[in-house]
Every structure is written in structure tokens, then in C-alpha cells.
């Protein structure tokens, strides 16, 4: 990657460029309530910087004129799409954040089966849409995702047993590049190599503005979240989450995240779970021994995809800290996560006396991927590396929501202590795979380095083909960068 000299000492003003631009029509300032409210929006408090101005493209022609002149005058920019992620890596101090809440179009084409969606939408939205054609996506598993975050680091989804990761299921992209060119990456095109890349890639090439995604056939499912009642033991639903993990190649139809998490002021962590079936068959044979647990609360039912993930929310108004580890299938490591996530949460009572705060130690099956095992398949469709992953696993993450940033810096070390604690035992028992998630990772973790070698090397080739200057290592922030690594 070419050295960038650091833009810290713009020669003018960026306001001044943006109004010379003739943008100026879609600029939020910080006087203005609009402005509050958009920064207000983010799911994180940890997010919620504060940009010079918060710029609000209408269109892909307007997305362009603002990188274009963003990297002329050397003005730092972050771009956000839902703003759902915990860490600010879609907002920004002193700089501009390009704000793609309107770029929210959602287009089925029954033609050729596939939907384009703009980048700010929310994966609710598309949900809803589709549903007017018994259509879905494998998208985010809360409604409030936005779309561009979540296909650009990876995805797990719902559909992953049968479809792979969302950002398989994305066929083409709309980018635009640092010099205000727009192209299309797709497969099998001049800029298909442009497609792969982002497949994992996040923000280190250019602007997405447009995704086309295939779409799956859906129509009522059957699912819910589920509560468990307080005399059912970990230990005993880890060994059912590892047989339902080991049976998802035999019903990719059917899905669960679990996890233990500590939600209400006093009350002891809760072991809750999210169940559906994608075919809408009730109580799934390979759900059998996890429905048999008695509950304090049974939501599952027939209904649509779009009512299923509306029972699960992002409580917002917490700064949050997340971690990630890909790990085997095992029951003795899940059970050792929430070993030290009870550890982790009497460290919190014992500190943050009034109890309002909310931790979520979540397993979700991650099937790996057999395509990438298929000695007929050669070519490289993303850039996760998981080819390493053998066999099915689970992806575990760990996320701690408090009040006040100095609670957010005093519990930080501690989180830390449990993510390290977890990925040491994993390891001790070789049970730990290299991923590690972009969509649920610290600041800290090593996401790109664990996509592997070779993967690290065609990421920096696609970089300084369609980012020669690398504008999109040191003008444009947040996210993981090629040049971090």
C-alpha cells in the first residue's frame, strides 16, 4: 500500500469544500436538531462521536461528489450505514461522517430472483418487502441492522446451514472509489475480483452504494425466543446445543442462538434462547431435546421470518464492549465461556451497586462451509478463510453494556480478561478456530491477520488496484484496515 501523508492540516476547511462541492443541501451541523438526533441514533453511546458536519446522500452521484472531494482537501471521513456497531467505526471526531440512512431502496427483480438494496436500509425493511413475494435474504437476525455493516464483515445468519454467510449471498456491489469513479463489482466481470474482496472486506476499498443479493424462498416459518426456567442447568443445554450444532447439515432448515445474559437489575443471568424453522415445520426433530426444557417463557409459533426477529431488540443508551472467538463444537469450552461470564458478572454487582448493567455470553452454530472442501472447487469466493473450519462449530461472543464511558474504560480490562480466558482454555484443548468475525470483534482482536496469508495478500493487491493512494487506509476511518496489519 502507498504511504499517505497524514491529513491532519487540511489546506482549507472542510465545510468550505463540501459548500464548493455544492453539497451543502445535505450537511447536518452540530446547531442543528437534526444533527442531534441522527448522532443520537447509534445503538452504541461508544459510537456517538462528534463529526464537524453529518453528510446525507441522496443518491450514488452524490455519494461520489463527497468522497471525491473529501479526498482532494485531505478531510478525514467515516461512512455509516445503521450504525449498529458497538465501536466507532462508522462515526468520527472532528471529521465528516457520510451518513447512507437514505440510500435505503429495496428492488426485487422476480426475473432473475435477486433484490438490490441500498445500504442503508434495515434488514426489517427488507424483510418486509420480500415478504410480498414469499422471498427473504440471510440477513441481519434483528430488525434494527442496517444491511451495509453486516454483508461487507461476513454475516451469520439464519440461512447459513443452507446458503452460506451474507456476504455469499451477495452477487454485485455499486462502489464508489476514492477518485469518485463508480463501478459494479460482480462475478465474472472486470471488477469481480473487487466483489470478492468485499465479501469480508469491509470499508478498505471504496463506498458501497448498491448490493445485489440472491433471494430464498420463504414463506410462514415457525420459531421464537424461548426463556428457560431457573432449575434447567447450563451443562445440560450445552450438550443440546452441540447435538443440534452436529445435526445442522442434516436440517439446515432449522436455527438457534442461545445464550446466558443478565438483563434485569437483581435478577440471576437467564438462559434465553431464539429458535426458527425456515420450512415452518413446528418442533423440529433436531430441536427435540431443547424443547423438552421446561420455560418461563414459549414465544415460538407459525408466523412470518419479519415477527420472529422482532422478538429479539438492540437495547440502546449503553456503551458496549464485544468480543469474538469461532470455536469447536464442545461442550466443555461453552461451558467454561459461562464459567467466566458468571465470574465476569459478580465482578460487575460488586462495582456497579445500583445493577444496571446487561452482559450476553451467545453461542449461535457456525456450520462450516463444505463447498470450500470440495476438491472440485478451487476458486476463492470470500476472503474469510474459513476453509480452515473442518467441521461445525460455534461462534461465540461475549457483549457488556454499562451506563457511563468510566464504567465502559473500568469494565473494559475485565472483558478482555474473559475473551483471553476463554480463547486460552479453547486452545489448551485445540478447540479454538482461527476466525474471528469482523461483525462481533474488539477493536484489539486480529480479524484480517486470521483470514490467513494468502487471503492478506489478495486483500492488498485489490486495495492498490482500486485504491492506489490509500485514501481508504487514512482518509476514510473506522473498521479493520490492510494497512493496520
Not at 440510500?103 to 422476480?110: Q, S, T, V
Not at 415477527?307 to 472467538?325: D, N, R, S
Not at 454499562?402 to 486460552?424: A, I
Request: hydrophobic content about 40%; proline content about 5%.
Amino acid at each position: 500500500m502507498a504511504d499517505v501523508p497524514s491529513p491532519i492540516a487540511p489546506t482549507r476547511s472542510v465545510i468550505d469544500s463540501l459548500i464548493d462541492a455544492s453539497l451543502e443541501h445535505l450537511m447536518l451541523l452540530p446547531n442543528e436538531p437534526d444533527y442531534a438526533l441522527r448522532n443520537g441514533s447509534y445503538y452504541s453511546n461508544s459510537a456517538k462521536l462528534r463529526p464537524v458536519c453529518i453528510l446525507q446522500p441522496q443518491s450514488t452521484s452524490e455519494v461520489a461528489e463527497a468522497v471525491k472531494t473529501l479526498v482532494a482537501g485531505r478531510h478525514h471521513f467515516a461512512v455509516r450505514s445503521g450504525g449498529c456497531n458497538f465501536w466507532p467505526s462508522n462515526n468520527i471526531d472532528d471529521g465528516v461522517t457520510i451518513d447512507l440512512n437514505l440510500l435505503d431502496a429495496i428492488e426485487y427483480d422476480k426475473e432473475v430472483d435477486t433484490v438490490s438494496i441500498g445500504p442503508g436500509a434495515r434488514w426489517g425493511q427488507v424483510y418486509e418487502e420480500l415478504e410480498k413475494y414469499d422471498r427473504t435474504v440471510g440477513g441481519g437476525r434483528e430488525t434494527s441492522v442496517g444491511v451495509g455493516g453486516l454483508v461487507l464483515s461476513g454475516g451469520n445468519n439464519f440461512f447459513s446451514g443452507g446458503h452460506g454467510l451474507t456476504c455469499d449471498q451477495a452477487i454485485a456491489f455499486e462502489v464508489v472509489l476514492a477518485n469518485g469513479d463508480i463501478v459494479l463489482a460482480k462475478e465474472g466481470a472486470e471488477h469481480g475480483d473487487l466483489l470478492i474482496a468485499l465479501r469480508g472486506g469491509g470499508s478498505n476499498f471504496g463506498v458501497v452504494t448498491r448490493i445485489t443479493m440472491r433471494t430464498i424462498p420463504c414463506g410462514l416459518v415457525w420459531g421464537g425466543g424461548r426463556v428457560f426456567s431457573t432449575e434447567v442447568m447450563f451443562a445440560d443445554a450445552a450438550k443440546s446445543l452441540v447435538e443440534i450444532t452436529d445435526s445442522i447439515a442434516e436440517d439446515p432448515n432449522t436455527a438457534i442462538i442461545c445464550m446466558v445474559a443478565n438483563l434485569e437489575r437483581g435478577q440471576a443471568p437467564v438462559i434465553a434462547s431464539l429458535c426458527v424453522n425456515l420450512a415452518g415445520v413446528e418442533n423440529p426433530q433436531i430441536l427435540g431435546k431443547w424443547l423438552s426444557f421446561p420455560t418461563s417463557l414459549d414465544m415460538c409459533k407459525t408466523t412470518t421470518l419479519l415477527e420472529v426477529m422482532a422478538t429479539t431488540k438492540q437495547v440502546p443508551g449503553y456503551h458496549c464492549i464485544w468480543f469474538t472467538l469461532t470455536l469447536h463444537n464442545s461442550a466443555s469450552i461453552m461451558i467454561k465461556a459461562v464459567e467466566l461470564h458468571s465470574e465476569l458478572v459478580a465482578t460487575m454487582k460488586a462495582h456497579i451497586t445500583d445493577g444496571d448493567f446487561m452482559t450476553q455470553c451467545c453461542f449461535q452454530p457456525l456450520p462450516y462451509d463444505r463447498s470450500a472442501h470440495n476438491e472440485t472447487v478451487h476458486r476463492r469466493k470470500n476472503v474469510l478463510g474459513r476453509e480452515s473450519q473442518d467441521r461445525d462449530g460455534i461462534l461465540w461472543t461475549g457483549h457488556v453494556m454499562v451506563r457511563t464511558p468510566e464504567l465502559e474504560k473500568w469494565v473494559y480490562p475485565h472483558v478482555h480478561k474473559w475473551c483471553k480466558g476463554l480463547q486460552d482454555f479453547a486452545e489448551s484443548k485445540g478447540g479454538l478456530f482461527p476466525w474471528i468475525p469482523a461483525n462481533y470483534a474488539n477493536p484489539v482482536q486480529e480479524v484480517l491477520q486470521s483470514y490467513g496469508p494468502s487471503n492478506m495478500k489478495f486483500l492488498s493487491e485489490v486495495a492498490n488496484r482500486y485504491d492506489p493512494g490509500g485514501a481508504f487506509q487514512h482518509i476514510c476511518l473506522g473498521g479493520f484496515k490492510i494497512s493496520a496489519v
